[in-house]
């Protein structure tokens, strides 16, 4: 019976120990899991011990992938619970990689799988399937096989050979730029769910380094802007060489300084001071230049206005190029808005310029606004403004030298201002300058039956702009027409009589007659200095 036995099973081509064998080559990946057979039900019943056939056929571990062992139909054991029989291991037919140091002595079939470290993807090995259910296998004989180390007995551990350990198969290695992609999409995922991380700054900025720089277009107005600022600042500076350092008229008690000023709380544009003779200023005058010039255009009359009226006048230099919005440029509403502002509050930013020009004491609560052609229609928008925002309370009143409102609407401006401010205009005869007497037209509309200034039929509207700098003059009358010494005079007169009067509450008749001419101007004046001693400077040193 016992040699029948051992034919049988050398008939049948495999035993238990085959088994075993086919089991632990399984979970090392290799492919002998095609040649598991499970042993005869009689060599269980007769208490063979399972042996190891020399001749099976060495498994080919190239093959990637494994079938199912082929087994008899179970049939019913009654000796399946018997504990001396062991229940055969049902191999995976895709195992996980294992590493290189296990021991098979120690650790047994189980192995620790070999992770990816991006979690997955084309580099992961494929998870193990789960123990079949003896069940539903028709391979288990109905013994349920427990994935668990069982410990091992000297019978059947055999030591592992070259020839019965494989490596696990692996499948051939990613291209690089495969390996990119997928380390790339892996890595982008994760900064989708965490943009603050390290790994996502790194990402953000290396997509921002690669980005093409964005270019805008050009408008037209950008286009209008670079050629205005281009010739705004060839003429300004021709001029300003002419013109040289500013300086007062021969014989003048004024002191001028030049600093900047600071408008709309980030321009700073050139100013030039005028300090009086005297330790209390009467007031403060805010002097504006016209189109086509600057400050050193106005040295002259600025040092005439505050040696009679002694009052500090500033003369800022802002840009008439339209299109430079950014900068403020001549009669703009932001302009306007912006030196209304100067006069609010404790006015820091004109207080910090006329320290800035060597002036250390508090400048006069009392202003007057002036301002030449375009520079009239812009101190017409500055005195609506300081209406509008309540700071009208210290505007002694407007002066316009020949006033023009090009980009204003300076009907409306003027139609703003209380009739209780007295808003006056010294006008040449019309021309295109003065865009024919547009303003006298305006006031007289706007305030009827009321006085608003003086027109010289023969005056030129370069009268109330008036320089030390010979050259710069000579260019002023080439384009407005030159100007005589008497109409010259008798602007400066009647604008110093008006403010005079603005800042002491006074009213002098002389100087309030729509039809005086300049001559009538310039003898009064004479005679009011002959016979009496009632200049402005006399009466504050009496006071």
Known sequence: ???????????????????????????????????????????????????????????????????????DKPETDPDASDPDVEAPVVASPDPEPTTATD?????????????????????????????SDPASDPESDGVKAEPSVTEPTSES??????????????????????????????FATSVETDLG????????QLAAAEAPPVQTKSTLLDVLNTI????????????????????????????????????????????????????????????????????????????YLAEKTDSIVVVPSLTWNPFDIDDYPLEWPSTGRAIAALFAGDR???????????????????????????????????????????????????????????????????????????????AAGPSSWNWYGDTNRKLNSVRPGMFTGVTFRDGSHADGMQTTAP??????????????????LANKVLAAGWINDMLDGTHTDRLYNSGASAWSVVTGWWWDQLTSSSSRRVRTVTI
């Open 1 to 71: 019976m016992l040699t029948s036995a051992g034919v049988a099973a050398a008939d049948e081509g495999t035993s238990s120990g085959t088994d075993t064998q086919a089991s632990s080559n399984a979970t090392r990946g290799g492919d002998d899991a095609t040649t598991v057979k499970t042993a005869p039900k009689r060599d269980r019943r007769l208490g063979l011990k399972p042996h190891r056939d020399e001749s099976e056929t060495k498994p080919d571990a190239t093959k990637p992938d494994a079938t199912k062992p082929e087994a």
């Open 197 to 204: 991380a390290q790994d996502g700054a790194m990402v953000m």
């Open 103 to 131: 021991d098979p002595k120690t650790t047994g079939p189980t192995r620790k799988p070999v992770r990816s470290l991006f979690g997955g993807g084309k580099h992961r090995a494929p998870e193990s399937d789960a123990v």
């Open 157 to 186: 551990v055999t030591e592992p050979t070259s020839a019965s350990v494989t490596e696990p198969v692996s499948e051939p290695a990613a291209t690089s730029s495969e390996q990119r992609r997928s380390h790339f999409s892996a």
């Open 228 to 303: 205005g600022k281009k010739f705004y600042d060839f003429y300004t500076d021709t001029m300003q060489f002419f013109a040289g350092p500013v300086r007062t008229p021969f014989g003048s008690s004024v002191r001028v300084e030049s600093s900047t000023l600071t408008i709309g709380g980030h321009k700073d544009v050139p100013a030039d001071w005028y300090f009086p003779d005297t330790d209390s200023p009467a007031g403060l005058i805010y002097l504006q230049h016209g189109f086509l010039a600057n400050a050193s255009f106005y040295s002259s009359t600025a040092a």
């Open 471 to 488: 050259i710069v003059q000579y260019f002023a009358y080439l384009a407005m027409g030159h100007s005589s010494p008497v109409d010259v």
């Open 348 to 426: 820091a930013a004109l207080t910090a310029s006329a320290r800035a020009a060597g002036y250390d004491g508090v400048l006069p609560t009392r202003v007057v606004l002036a301002g030449h052609s375009a520079g009239g229609g812009l101190v017409a928008m500055v005195g609506r403004y300081m209406v509008e925002t309540g700071n009208a309370d210290d505007l002694a009143g407007l002066i316009m030298f020949d006033g023009v409102g090009t980009l204003s609407f300076l009907g409306q401006d003027i139609a703003a201002i209380p009739t209780s401010i007295p808003v006056y205009n010294i």
